[in-house]
């Protein structure tokens, strides 16, 4: 192998070809090309109502995609976290009488809870993830049918639940609010492209995340301003990000993703690691299901009933690799939104419902699909 | 009579040129060695003749026998006759020998089932003729990388190779074993089987091989018989320049004990023997001692297990600059300022799907960090491209993936790693294991730079000329313990070999 001078790697690096980039952007832009077809399939689309939906039903998958890619980055896999949000609802509506802030201690004690469960068989006992969060996959469900008695738990009144289901940040604080983050990232983004000299890939991303952000700052201000439960949403996916490219855990899960012997023998304790990934995931899954619940009013004991696989979906469309050391929170929320508009059209379309199941799959297959052709031509 | 011919092969990955119009001719059984330094295109070269790279992603021709062949993929090379066995074994571990040996190529019954009494016997016929004590049945996740290797050579010369090519095929093999396999190619040869025998080990090669041809730089740029070159002119063919010393060793005046042990053993995970036993050794600073013996004699387990990564429970002391430690992972090695460099860097040294940076920041990770957990990035930039710098590691930038970089360049990524920790004690087990000359003397001269700032070097070493080149004092293995020591004045060859088979 010839080493490419320096002088040749700053050709390479500001001269990336048109075809370089779609490879590497595909599902971004995948996601436009949905976001666009999908103005043609309803002019409803578009409608600051609409998109404040589109984002008001992607949040609970997004938080578990978040759990799901730093789990899956290790090699590993959390096919529980369905089930928690379903058990979490039911804990949340049976200690309501308890008051808010004891009742949501509890709901997030039972994610920490079935985290150290997980991460001690994983880690401990050297169980397979797949097997280890399978089984809990039933235990959850079983004990969220049970305390429940099968039945849903409807939410008392409660001005808390009920602001943070389904309330809005008000509109002046939405504008500040927005206006704040437009600027923090054209600050941020700006920076970026100027260390990059203002290379074709630095100006595209900057230009696309202003624009993704003052479409979603439209659609919120229009309507009745930003919910507080995509609030809380995105400050879990901006934590997320935070973890996995400024924390040592964060480089670590990508380690012990790529070569846990390697690891391993560098120093780094690869257990402890394990578990504060299972507990992230489980506590994450508790959120979510404090947010489902509240957002409907009732905790459902069959909640959460395969959102697992919509996480899992969600982080591999998004690029993550199951075989671990690859993947980010980015990625997975493209997943997430894809997923998300996805289901919206069709519904929009008037399409059987039954077809987004067959949608969904259907896009699994083909994302990966490009995602290994890129790899392979790199 | 010419056998193989490959003429102006050029072939090139993005922004590389692996191989510049190439040409290469081999003669009916011969041993041909193909020499160059890591990244020079040999296993591009191979790739191309063996299918790997199919026709038309290169320019330039391949003749067997005189014949044009364009191969579209392996299993049509296999078809002429070219069998290739690779550095990384392609075997499956849990199926049988002869499941492994007949594998995509299944003799059939008349009812379309497999013919398992054929492919038995005929596998028995294979692993009588090789003199291998296995039956078919065995399961190759049984046997060592050695024997695996033997099974490679079985499987290649029951599709009939008339060509076969034997990527660094001694690079984990015994002693014993490296007899059986010369052994194996001369009988080959006897029949007419052309082999091209790829290895940086020169003793080989002259033991070996009729003939040699060397790359560089993805040319060629000459081929001679064994006797009419020296060493050193073949060294400056692959090398470009003269290396006028193999093993340019410093001696330093020993300082303070870094690392001791008393009567260290380790039982074994099983059974009631012992894997290591009574092991005493002391290492000084500014001290390179190497650890000899042959394959199993204990050496990787000693420096494991004193790693904390063996995970059995140990006896005996052993300290740390006079400090009695207790290590039971890895973490507290490198608290105590241990560092090991393991003897298979993709398996265990590296993290692959991880850049050049983030390699070499891994053990220092804690302290490039705030008590948080924030990572200070331009910290670890500056790390790493200042190893990059010192250790002249050849790499685009900081952010190119390891995983792209030459064996030699890799193994200088592992060091960094390390390095960026400040060792006090540093172990190294086949530090240059697959690595090209140009590397390896640049490695040698790292062990020095190390040794005179006060860093004490264990250095597990198979080739014998290495230990004998580098270190300060020889410590032969045998069967789990010490076998005996030699200053570096008396130690020859010999003498280690006796120490190393002492009792076997």
């Known amino acids: 192998m010839k080493t490419a001078t320096p002088l040749q790697q700053e050709t390479v690096s500001s001269g990336l070809n048109v075809r370089q980039l779609i490879n590497r952007y595909s599902t971004l832009i995948a996601l436009a090309v949905l976001f666009i077809i999908a103005n043609f399939v309803s002019e409803y689309f578009v409608q600051p109502q609409n998109l404040t939906n589109i984002t008001l039903q992607i949040a609970v998958n997004g938080i578990l995609a978040v759990g799901m890619t730093m789990v899956i980055l290790t090699g590993g896999i959390d096919l529980g976290v369905g089930s928690v949000v379903g058990l979490t609802g039911v804990v949340l509506g049976m200690t309501q009488g308890y008051g808010v802030v004891p009742a949501i201690l509890a709901t997030l004690a039972t994610g920490i809870i079935i985290g150290l469960w997980n991460a001690l068989f994983i880690s401990r006992f050297n169980i397979p993830p797949f097997i280890v969060t399978l089984g809990m996959m039933t235990i959850a469900r079983g004990f969220a049918l049970y305390l429940s008695n099968g039945a849903a738990v409807s939410l008392n009144e409660n001005k808390f639940y009920e602001q943070l289901g389904t309330g809005f940040l008000s509109v002046n604080l939405s504008a500040v609010l927005l206006g704040l983050i437009a600027l923090f990232v054209a600050f941020v983004g700006f920076k970026a492209m100027r260390q990059k000299s203002f290379n074709l890939e630095s100006v595209i991303s900057f230009v696309l995340s202003l624009a993704g952000i003052g479409l979603f700052s439209w659609a919120y201000l229009s309507y009745q301003g930003v919910p507080y439960l995509v609030l809380v949403f995105a400050v879990i996916v901006l934590w997320g990000i935070w973890v996995l490219t400024q924390t040592t855990f964060g480089r670590y899960l990508y380690a012990i993703g790529g070569n846990a012997k390697a690891a391993y023998l560098s120093g780094v304790n690869v257990k402890k690691n394990l578990v504060k990934v299972y507990v992230t995931s489980s506590v994450l899954a508790a959120i979510a299901g404090i947010i489902m619940t509240t957002r409907v009013g009732s905790a459902d004991p069959n909640g959460g009933n395969m959102f697992e696989l919509d996480a899992v979906a969600a982080a591999v469309i998004g690029g993550t690799s199951l075989a671990g050391g690859f993947g980010t929170i980015g990625g997975a929320m493209i997943g997430a939104f894809i997923i998300g508009i996805l289901n919206n059209i069709l519904i929009l379309a008037n399409v059987n419902p039954y077809f987004q199941f067959i949608f969904k799959g259907l896009i699994i297959i083909a994302a990966v699909l490009l995602d290994m052709k890129n790899k392979q031509q790199k | 009579m010419i056998k193989l011919e ?448 006060g860093c004490a070097v264990i250095m597990i070493s198979s080739e014998l000329p290495e230990v004998l080149g580098m270190s300060d004092r020889i410590l032969v293995m045998a069967e789990g313990r010490i076998a005996g020591e030699l200053p570096r004045a008396q130690a020859t060859q010999e003498s280690i070999m006796k120490l190393a088979t002492k009792g076997a």
């Open chain 2, 6 to 453: 490959m003429k102006g092969i050029l072939k090139e990955f993005p922004g590389v040129r692996a191989l510049n119009n190439v040409t290469f001719t081999a003669e009916r059984g011969e041993v041909l060695a193909l020499l160059g330094e890591n990244g020079a295109g040999k296993s591009t070269l191979m790739k191309i003749l063996s299918g790997v790279y199919a026709h038309g992603t290169y320019e330039g021709e391949i003749l067997v026998d005189g014949q044009v062949c364009k191969f579209a993929n392996t299993r049509e090379a296999e078809h002429a006759g070219i069998a290739i066995i690779h550095q990384e074994l392609n075997l499956i571990p849990g199926l049988s020998i002869a499941e492994n040996v007949f594998l995509g190529r299944e003799p059939k019954t008349k009812f379309g089932t497999i013919d398992w009494k054929r492919v038995h016997r005929e596998t028995q016929e294979l692993l009588v003729r090789l003199h291998l004590p296995f039956r078919p049945t065995d399961l190759v996740s049984a046997l060592s990388v050695g024997q695996q290797q033997m099974i490679e050579i079985a499987k290649a010369i029951s599709i009939k190779a008339e060509i076969l090519v034997l990527d660094e095929p001694t690079s984990a093999l015994t002693e014993s074993e490296v007899e059986k396999l010369f052994a194996i190619i001369r009988e080959l040869k006897a029949q007419n089987v052309t082999m091209i025998y790829i290895s940086h080990k020169m003793d080989e090669i002259e033991a070996i091989c009729d003939r040699i041809t060397v790359l560089r730089d993805g040319s060629s740029v000459g081929s001679a018989l064994i006797g009419d070159v020296t060493r050193n002119e073949l060294i400056t063919m692959m090398v470009g320049r003269d290396i006028s010393q193999m093993f340019p060793k410093v001696e330093q005046e020993p300082g303070a004990v870094l690392l001791s042990l008393q009567n260290y053993s380790v039982k074994k995970s099983q059974g009631n023997g012992y894997l290591l036993q009574d092991i005493n050794l002391q290492v000084r600073a500014g001290e390179v001692v190497g650890l000899a013996g042959l394959m199993g004699a204990g050496r990787t387990e000693l420096v494991m297990s004193l790693f904390g990564a063996l995970g059995l429970k140990s006896e005996g002391s052993v300290q740390v600059s006079g400090r009695t430690v207790h290590i039971q992972a890895p973490s507290d090695a490198i608290r105590e300022g241990l560092a090991l460099v393991t003897e298979d860097r993709k398996e265990s040294g590296l993290v692959l799907s991880m850049n050049v940076r983030e390699n070499t920041s891994l053990v220092s990770l804690q302290s490039l960090s705030s008590r948080l957990g924030k990572l200070d990035h331009k910290r670890e930039q500056a790390l790493a491209q200042r190893y990059i710098n010192e250790l002249r590691t050849k790499t685009p930038s900081a952010e190119a993936n390891v995983n792209n970089l030459s064996g030699g360049n890799q193994q200088k990524v592992v060091l960094a790693k390390w390095l960026a920790n400040n060792p006090k004690v540093l172990i190294l087990d086949e530090p240059t294991r697959g690595i090209d000359v140009g590397a390896k003397v640049e490695i040698y001269q790292l062990i020095n730079q190390l040794t005179a700032a």
